[in-house]
Every structure is written in structure tokens, then in C-alpha cells.
């Protein structure tokens, strides 16, 4: 077994270095923190990183971008993600909002979980965004019916259906998203590094929704 870290290992405890760094500044300005995480494979080794670091995780709130409507026993709910990775250790004491609903539709799913966010420390400390091979970015879908709605509305979450995906999502809005004081993009993977070039070379949002936070300051974390 090799004591070499992986570039994306590397690149993982890098990432919580810097997110532990930014939540400790603004904790140090204000009682609550927020921390809003995105989904999928990606996160994973940056989740054991950062439950791993010292942090008053009882100070801490987290909820994600993004969800699947799938409930969190699935084995592609993020919630679940969230839990086996990010909350364990002290980093459990951290108080999770998933957003998980077992509302009857998405979008009523939608308006609860709009609800239920509201009381959080909002603007986050930090947004913690991924990225597809299609340029999406939480389930900000090129090919989603919802796209425009969710690139412009200022409800805080919309619920998306694409052909993409086996299930509708519930996402929060870019609106939303945007209200941080820090953004960090997490993307892995060669065949995105591409993807990212023409998102930053680019000047459609529609086709590369990504593009839509590429303007605030973020920090990008790209490994192979
Ligand atoms: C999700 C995520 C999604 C993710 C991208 C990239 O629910 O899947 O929120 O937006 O960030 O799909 O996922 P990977 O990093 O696993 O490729």
C-alpha cells in the first residue's frame, strides 16, 4: 500500500484544508456556519478529509446543492453520501439538513424543502459545487425542462426533471447557490478538464450551466 497520496487524494485533503480554513474565518465573525456540499463520487474522499479536521462542528450547518427524489435509504441519495462520509466522528455533531422529502411530487418536495432551508445561516460559508461530463452543476441540467427556471428564479429550490437522469431532482437555484461567501469547484477527471475549458472559453450558460458560477470568485480544485 502505497504512503503516496493519489492526486486526487491530494488534491481532497488540499480541498479541506481550505473549506476548513474559510469556515473557521467565518465562525470566527458570526455564531453559525453553513456549509453546503454537493453529491455524487468526487466528494467522497474530500468528505473523509474534512470530517478529519478540528472543527466546532456542533457551530456547523450542512445541506447539500442537490438531491436525487429518492429517499435516503437509496443508494444514490446524497443524503445517504452525506451521512456514511462527512458525518462521522466529530463531524457528527454538525447539524444535517437533508433535502429529502417525502412530499407526493417534486415540486412540492421543492416548496417544503424551500422552507426548511430558509432558517439556515444563510449566505453560506461556503458552496462546495461539482461538475458533469455535460457541463451540469449541481442538477442544473443542460437538457432539464426546468433550466431556465432554476438559472433565474429566486425561490431557493426547484425541482428538475432531464432525460439524463433515471429521476426527477430537487436542486437548489442558482439564485441560491450563489449566496456565499466562498465557492469551490471539486471537479475530477481528465475528460472534464476539457469540459471546463470550454465552459471558461464559452459564453452559454444553457448548454454549460456550470458557466453560471464560473463569474464569482471561486476556487477551482481539478486533479486527474
Ligand atoms: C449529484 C451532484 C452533481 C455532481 C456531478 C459530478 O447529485 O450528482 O450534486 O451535481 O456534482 O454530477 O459528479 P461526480 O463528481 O461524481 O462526477
Redesign the pocket.
Given at each position: 500500500m502505497s504512503d503516496t497520496p493519489t492526486p486526487r487524494e491530494a488534491l481532497a485533503r488540499q480541498l479541506a484544508e481550505a473549506v476548513a480554513e474559510a469556515l473557521r474565518s467565518d465562525l470566527a465573525q458570526r455564531e453559525r456556519a453553513l456549509l453546503v456540499v454537493?453529491?455524487?463520487?468526487?466528494?467522497v474522499p474530500f468528505f473523509h478529509a474534512l470530517a478529519a479536521m478540528a472543527l466546532p462542528w456542533s457551530r456547523i450547518d450542512v445541506t447539500?446543492?442537490?438531491?436525487?427524489w429518492v429517499a435516503e435509504t437509496a443508494d444514490d441519495s446524497?443524503a445517504r453520501l452525506v451521512r456514511e462520509h462527512l458525518l462521522r466522528g466529530a463531524a457528527a455533531e454538525a447539524r444535517f439538513v437533508p433535502l429529502t422529502s417525502d412530499a407526493a411530487t417534486p415540486e412540492e418536495g421543492a416548496a417544503e424543502v424551500g422552507r426548511r432551508i430558509a432558517a439556515l445561516a444563510w449566505p453560506a460559508s461556503v458552496v462546495i459545487?461539482?461538475?458533469?461530463?455535460d457541463g451540469?452543476?449541481?442538477?442544473l441540467f443542460p437538457d432539464s425542462r426546468e433550466l431556465d427556471l432554476a438559472l433565474s428564479t429566486d425561490e431557493p429550490v426547484v425541482a428538475v426533471r432531464t432525460p439524463s437522469q433515471p429521476q426527477p431532482?430537487i436542486t437548489l437555484s442558482a439564485d441560491r447557490l450563489h449566496q456565499a461567501f466562498r465557492h469551490f469547484l471539486?471537479?475530477?477527471?481528465e475528460e472534464?478538464r476539457a469540459v471546463l475549458g470550454r465552459a471558461l472559453a464559452g459564453d452559454d450558460t444553457r448548454s454549460l450551466p456550470i458557466r453560471a458560477f464560473l463569474a464569482s470568485p471561486l476556487s477551482i480544485h481539478w486533479a486527474p
Open positions: 454537493s453529491g455524487g463520487s468526487t466528494p447539500l446543492a442537490d438531491e436525487r446524497n459545487l461539482g461538475m458533469g461530463g451540469h452543476t449541481a442538477s431532482r471539486h471537479i475530477t477527471g472534464k
